[in-house]
């Protein structure tokens, strides 16, 4: 467990990204104490909250192990151009980073992605384009859970480790013309709080055009649910176009892939 | 280098601090707390006469709240010559009292000879505890669901119903059942095990009477829930319970049925949801997209039918994925 304190934090951040001018964050519509802790390390710069910023997730957690968001800042990007970011975290995850989604040219500022949540939480979505401001979603998910529940399936099968990485795929046009990928890989996704269990997780995917062009870039926190699945939006390609998939995990293990892309309209 | 995931548990902590001392933050715990402090309350249960010396107390057609107390699924009893044999528990040890009381209010001096459990869910059985121990009786695959959730169940219940569950200890019977046929008390039981709602249900059929109880393998005018659910399974369920010698059913949820509506309702909704949630993973729906999905008119009279429907979402989801998207072989790195 790395255990950087703020401070030194700051020092990290001021070496690997422009420093952004201290400032302070606009007020939290969900009062959340930990808002400000949570812009500064998520959202570095100027923040403003913004209704074109789409973030859904259901009123409350069926399954705090796989809490389905999706987050689609298009009608934003078809205002202010090219979305160069976009981060999910929420507040009081013991990790407060979920992912972040950086879409290339070729795909929508669009995904489709499932968390854990250790309680009843605030969940944000920030999203950067060209002049850097943060343009952020939020909204509280209810932990307390249904009835009639069953417990979350236990973390990790006995023969897990014989199917990590394991991969699943599917691409098809929808009715806009637009291909949705969806994707799907063996992985714990061990947060490290469980104990006896280090920190174990996928921690980036990249996914590439065989044009070369890069359709999208994943950064992927331990709060991602187990077994991840994303569901992502590209537009038109090719006919016959192939997305190559490549991912990392945080013991270095390497994983690749190929998703045939859909030729013909599939609907 | 990613600066988000550098947050360490020292960090989340003093946080979590910063957020009880913040005033702000009562948006967000307000209601939280406001519901810790429910007054206490008692079920008022009415026994209704479903068929000859049978009766039900129904449940409410909603989800578990503070409001009805947990008191949503169907709990019955049946008067034989010797004593009562029980069918399900309700949500909570003060359930399980008012149920009790009940029975001996309408059966003075009657002994409780036998409590079926249909299935492990804790709105049907977490009233076990009022009734004697050695009449709690139920397939070992019930048991073995009861004493491995029951921890994790409770907690959820807890949560949901608060003062509603006070002392409720869960009670999995220690008695698994083997037998398909049994006398109990002068009066004749067939016992049959079914699954697809749960792992296992077990189905009680009342020889004298020919009243189906079918647990939650039935709902009616109810959105069927399935946080444990096989739909293969409970399709073939549904056809053998229809198969099934009846003179009427009694659904785990909702009215006494003596025309078995509820096995066409159910298996309706089981097939429209089977095939919603498989579209919407072919068409690379994400869940939340796949949850605002149109209810179709005919299931409009449900109760809970879009809650039921976000729910499902949720549970079959990732098994649906496995069958449906296709497996990638990995390339050479
Ligand atoms: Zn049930």
Same mark, same amino acid.
């Given at each position: 467990?790395?255990?950087?304190?703020?401070?030194?934090?700051?020092?990290?951040?001021?070496?690997?990204?422009?420093?952004?001018?201290?400032?302070?964050?606009?007020?939290?519509?969900?009062?959340?104490?930990?808002?400000?802790?949570?812009?500064?390390?998520?959202?570095?710069?100027?923040?403003?909250?913004?209704?074109?910023?789409?973030?859904?997730?259901?009123?409350?957690?069926?399954?705090?192990?796989?809490?389905?968001?999706?987050?689609?800042?298009?009608?934003?990007?078809?205002?202010?151009?090219?979305?160069?970011?976009?981060?999910?975290?929420?507040?009081?995850?013991?990790?407060?980073?979920?992912?972040?989604?950086?879409?290339?040219?070729?795909?929508?500022?669009?995904?489709?992605?499932?968390?854990?949540?250790?309680?009843?939480?605030?969940?944000?979505?920030?999203?950067?384009?060209?002049?850097?401001?943060?343009?952020?979603?939020?909204?509280?998910?209810?932990?307390?859970?249904?009835?009639?529940?069953?417990?979350?399936?236990?973390?990790?099968?006995?023969?897990?480790?014989?199917?990590?990485?394991?991969?699943?795929?599917?691409?098809?046009?929808?009715?806009?013309?637009?291909?949705?990928?969806?994707?799907?890989?063996?992985?714990?996704?061990?947060?490290?709080?469980?104990?006896?269990?280090?920190?174990?997780?996928?921690?980036?995917?990249?996914?590439?055009?065989?044009?070369?062009?890069?359709?999208?870039?994943?950064?992927?926190?331990?709060?991602?649910?187990?077994?991840?699945?994303?569901?992502?939006?590209?537009?038109?390609?090719?006919?016959?176009?192939?997305?190559?998939?490549?991912?990392?995990?945080?013991?270095?293990?390497?994983?690749?892939?190929?998703?045939?892309?859909?030729?013909?309209?599939?609907? | 280098?990613?600066?988000?995931?550098?947050?360490?548990?020292?960090?989340?902590?003093?946080? *979590?601090?910063?957020?009880? &001392?913040? @005033?702000?933050?009562? =948006?967000? $715990?307000?209601?939280?707390? %406001? #519901?810790?402090? /429910?007054?206490?309350?008692?079920?008022?249960?009415?026994?209704?006469?479903?068929?000859?010396?049978?009766?039900?107390?129904?449940?409410?057609?909603?989800?578990?709240?503070?409001?009805?107390?947990?008191?949503?699924?169907?709990?019955?009893?049946?008067?034989?010559?010797?004593?009562?044999?029980?069918?399900?528990?309700?949500?909570?040890?003060?359930?399980?009292?008012?149920?009790?009381?009940?029975?001996?209010?309408?059966?003075?001096?009657?002994?409780?000879?036998?409590?079926?459990?249909?299935?492990?869910?804790?709105?049907?059985?977490?009233?076990?505890? *009022?009734?004697?121990?050695? &009449?709690? @009786?139920?397939?070992? =695959?019930? $048991?073995?669901?009861?004493? %491995? #959730?029951?921890? /994790?169940?409770?907690?959820?219940?807890?949560?949901?119903?608060?003062?509603?569950?006070?002392?409720?200890?869960?009670?999995?019977?220690?008695?698994?059942?083997?037998?398909?046929?049994?006398?109990?008390?002068?009066?004749?039981?067939?016992?049959?095990?079914?699954?697809?709602?749960?792992?296992?249900?077990?189905?009680?059929?009342?020889?004298?009477?020919?009243?189906?109880?079918?647990?939650?393998?039935?709902?009616?005018?109810?959105?069927?829930?399935?946080?444990?659910?096989?739909?293969?399974?409970?399709?073939?369920?549904?056809?053998?319970?229809?198969?099934?010698?009846?003179?009427?059913?009694?659904?785990?949820?909702?009215?006494?049925?003596?025309?078995?509506?509820?096995?066409?309702?159910?298996?309706?909704?089981?097939?429209?949801?089977?095939?919603?949630?498989?579209?919407?993973?072919?068409?690379?729906?994400?869940?939340?997209?796949?949850?605002?999905?149109?209810?179709?008119?005919?299931?409009?009279?449900?109760?809970?039918?879009?809650?039921?429907?976000?729910?499902?979402?949720?549970?079959?989801?990732?098994?649906?994925?496995?069958?449906?998207?296709?497996?990638?072989?990995?390339?050479?790195?």
């Amino acid at each position: 467990m790395l255990r950087i304190r703020p401070a030194a934090l700051g020092a990290v951040l001021a070496l690997c990204a422009a420093p952004a001018p201290a400032q302070e964050p606009p007020p939290d519509p969900l009062n959340s104490g930990m808002w400000p802790l949570v812009a500064e390390e998520n959202f570095p710069g100027e923040i403003v909250f913004d209704p074109r910023v789409k973030l859904s997730l259901p009123a409350a957690a069926e399954d705090q192990f796989h809490v389905p968001v999706t987050i689609d800042a298009r009608e934003l990007a078809a205002e202010i151009g090219p979305i160069a970011e976009m981060v999910v975290a929420a507040d009081l995850n013991p990790i407060i980073h979920a992912v972040t989604f950086r879409p290339g040219a070729k795909a929508e500022p669009f995904l489709g992605l499932r968390i854990k949540v250790e309680q009843t939480t605030p969940v944000r979505v920030g999203v950067r384009g060209a002049d850097g401001i943060w343009r952020v979603a939020a909204a509280v998910i209810d932990a307390a859970g249904g009835g009639c529940s069953a417990p979350a399936a236990a973390h990790g099968q006995k023969d897990w480790m014989s199917t990590l990485g394991e991969a699943r795929a599917l691409a098809g046009r929808d009715e806009a013309g637009e291909t949705r990928i969806s994707l799907r890989m063996r992985h714990p996704m061990d947060t490290g709080f469980a104990a006896g269990i280090p920190i174990f997780h996928l921690s980036e995917l990249t996914l590439t055009l065989d044009s070369g062009e890069e359709l999208a870039e994943l950064e992927i926190s331990a709060p991602i649910s187990e077994d991840p699945a994303f569901n992502l939006l590209a537009r038109p390609t090719a006919g016959g176009a192939t997305a190559a998939v490549a991912g990392r995990d945080s013991e270095g293990n390497r994983f690749a892939f190929s998703v045939p892309l859909p030729e013909e309209a599939v609907n | 280098m990613n600066r988000m995931k550098r947050m360490s548990r020292r960090a989340w902590l003093g946080g *979590a601090a910063a957020l009880a &001392a913040s @005033a702000g933050a009562g =948006a967000l $715990i307000g209601p939280i707390r %406001a #519901q810790t402090h /429910a007054a206490p309350r008692s079920y008022r249960l009415e026994a209704v006469e479903i068929a000859a010396r049978t009766w039900c107390v129904y449940g409410a057609q909603e989800d578990l709240s503070r409001a009805n107390g947990g008191a949503i699924a169907n709990a019955a009893f049946i008067q034989t010559p010797d004593g009562v044999v029980v069918v399900d528990t309700g949500p909570s040890k003060r359930y399980g009292e008012a149920l009790a009381a009940l029975i001996a209010e309408q059966l003075p001096g009657k002994r409780i000879l036998r409590v079926f459990n249909t299935h492990h869910h804790p709105d049907h059985v977490f009233g076990n505890q *009022a009734f004697p121990r050695e &009449a709690l @009786a139920a397939p070992q =695959a019930v $048991i073995e669901a009861m004493t %491995a #959730q029951s921890e /994790a169940l409770a907690a959820n219940m807890y949560r949901i119903l608060g003062d509603w569950m006070r002392g409720t200890v869960p009670t999995p019977p220690g008695r698994a059942l083997n037998a398909s046929r049994e006398e109990i008390g002068g009066r004749v039981f067939t016992l049959t095990e079914m699954k697809g709602h749960t792992a296992c249900d077990l189905v009680v059929r009342d020889e004298e009477t020919g009243l189906v109880f079918a647990g939650d393998l039935a709902f009616l005018d109810r959105a069927p829930t399935t946080p444990n659910a096989d739909l293969p399974a409970w399709r073939a369920s549904l056809a053998a319970l229809r198969r099934m010698e009846r003179d009427s059913l009694l659904p785990g949820h909702g009215p006494v049925d003596p025309q078995g509506a509820s096995l066409d309702q159910t298996l309706d909704w089981l097939d429209w949801l089977d095939g919603t949630l498989r579209e919407a993973v072919a068409r690379g729906l994400t869940m939340n997209e796949a949850m605002a999905a149109p209810i179709p008119a005919r299931f409009a009279a449900l109760g809970v039918a879009r809650t039921e429907f976000e729910r499902s979402v949720v549970h079959l989801r990732a098994r649906m994925e496995e069958e449906i998207l296709n497996g990638i072989p990995p390339d050479r790195l």
